[in-house]
């Protein structure tokens, strides 16, 4: 166990001098839901940046977009955040996509198959990246035909989802099975969440581990603590 050296009034700024960069989680460590974990945040925040001249960012493994995240900052806590400085797993999969094709990874125009929510699409469209616009929240399982599997899909990617079911399992599974070449991102490994009210729940984890058992292949995953996102 390393040894944990805590910060009090008189070793702060010598910790503080140390260091250029300071890097932030968000939930849990900045907020939780739509409140402050402290309400001198804020205040620390600029005194850390205006004043110390720190370089500040906030990385997640959030499937909300960039631009959600910088909405929450200013609708909740009146904080002013630029996007440069916010770093989120949806965010993440949709630069790994792009260094792909600039990589010609793809013989083709790049087309996404999204199981998640609106934050991934609205990252992967901000990217110049198509993604597939289906709706598949009622379909089930029985209804599910090999036809129905776009052939143009190049990737598929699965982060949050809480209405997965096992049509868009069975779809996405089709896709990394039947379409040559097509890959699998997954936003982050989280097994579980912890709600507002501290109660666990599944993580992002819990939606695309069917995939891979159903394919056997295993993703490549955007989020921390893999070093592509930091």
């Known amino acids: 166990m390393p040894h944990i050296k805590y910060l009090n009034s008189k070793n702060v700024k010598e910790f503080l001098n140390q260091h250029d960069v300071f890097i932030f989680d968000l939930d849990g460590v900045i907020w939780k839901g739509n409140q402050l974990v402290h309400p001198n945040i804020p205040d620390f925040l600029e005194w850390l ?49 792009k260094e792909n094709k600039k990589q010609n990874r793809y013989t083709k125009k790049e087309l996404v198959y999204v199981i998640g929510k609106d934050g991934i699409i609205e990252e992967l469209e901000q990217h110049g990246i198509d993604v597939k616009q289906e709706d598949h929240n009622e379909k089930k399982y029985e209804d599910f035909r ?5 052939p143009n899909i190049t990737s598929v990617v699965c982060g ?39 109660i666990i729940l599944p993580g992002t984890a819990s939606y695309w581990k069917p995939i891979q058992c159903a394919t056997n292949i295993d993703p490549i995953v955007a989020g921390k603590p893999n070093p592509f996102l930091m």
Do not use: G, W
């Open 49 to 97: 940046n205006r004043d110390m001249k720190k370089k500040i960012y906030f990385v997640t493994n959030s499937d909300k977009s960039r631009r959600m995240i910088q909405d929450k900052f200013k609708k909740y806590f009146r904080i002013l955040i630029d996007l440069e400085n916010i770093y989120t797993s949806s965010f993440a999969v949709a630069e790994k996509i």
């Open 146 to 150: 090999i036809d129905d599997v776009d």
């Open 160 to 198: 949050f989802d809480s209405t997965i079911n096992a049509y868009k399992i069975a779809y996405a599974s089709s896709c990394l099975r039947y379409n040559k070449n097509c890959q699998f991102f997954v936003t982050c490994p989280d097994q579980h969440h912890v709600s507002c009210d501290e």
